[in-house]
Antibody, heavy 121, light 109 residues
Framework: QVQLVESGGGVVQPGRSLGLSCAAS??????????MHWVRQAPGKGLEWVAV????????YYADSVKGRFTVSRDNSKNTLYLQMNSLRAEDTAVYYC????????????WGQGTMVTVSS | EIVLTQSPGTLSLSPGERATLSCRAS???????LAWYQQRPGQAPRLLIY???SRATGIPDRFSGSGSGTDFTLTISRLEPEDFAVYYC??????????FGQGTKLEIK
């Protein structure tokens, strides 16, 4: 079945870096229509969009809150999405979800189960 | 940036009742780009409605979406026990920019 599985979360000190991965299965990850997103949710809070990458990886966009610190990438040969997070802050503490873009609607039609990132000294 | 405001913050109803959730945008949103999600405790969000009124795959027909411009509504015609959850609206705009409402918690009365 269509599935996204995140990994790489953990506890990290402020100012340090962490990388997340999202493994896709059950659909053609590299098809020319599936952009991919990262969305996060701080403990007890709502959803916040973080970043999007186009199907071929040529276009990337970020929320202002992470611009210049986070980098989204993908390896279509490995069916994997990545999020490199640098200069982490306490306010980056959240569950990070990867999600598939529903072409033409800007909606997120498939979500992973999420991976927790805690930024704390 | 378009801000989405959901109301009410919490809605207390009983199984079998009808639920009406509101999402108001600070500027006009294309109906193509308005979605609704359900999030149960400890789970990832699930897409319910896209394009303001189209049900996602596998979503029961008791869920329906409507609206245009700045006012959108999610209606659950007859609440089932599994429907008690948090609901978010979301829009896609230029830049590109994706924003979510703050959520409506639907709780059992």
């Amino acid at each position: 079945q269509v599935q996204l599985v995140e990994s790489g979360g953990g506890v990290v000190q402020p100012g340090r870096s962490l990388g997340l991965s999202c493994a896709a299965s059950g659909f053609t990850f590299s098809t020319t229509k599936y952009a991919m997103h990262w969305v996060r949710q701080a403990p007890g809070k709502g959803l916040e969009w973080v970043a999007v990458i186009s199907d071929d990886g040529s276009d990337k966009y970020y929320a202002d809150s992470v611009k210049g610190r986070f980098t989204v990438s993908r390896d279509n040969s490995k069916n994997t999405l990545y999020l490199q997070m640098n200069s982490l802050r306490a306010e980056d503490t959240a569950v990070y979800y990867c999600a598939r873009d529903r072409p033409g609607n800007g909606a997120f039609d498939i979500w992973g189960q999420g991976t927790m990132v805690t930024v704390s000294s | 940036e378009i801000v989405l405001t959901q109301s009410p913050g919490t809605l207390s109803l009983s199984p079998g009742e009808r639920a009406t959730l509101s999402c108001r945008a600070s500027q006009s949103v294309s109906s193509n780009y308005l979605a609704w999600y359900q999030q149960r405790p400890g789970q990832a969000p699930r897409l319910l409605i896209y394009g303001a009124s189209s049900r996602a795959t596998g979503i029961p027909d008791r869920f329906s979406g409507s609206g245009s411009g700045t006012d959108f509504t999610l209606t659950i015609s007859r609440l089932e026990p599994e429907d008690f959850a948090v609901y978010y609206c979301q829009q896609y705009g230029t830049s590109p920019m994706y924003t979510f409402g703050q959520g409506t918690k639907l709780e059992i009365k």
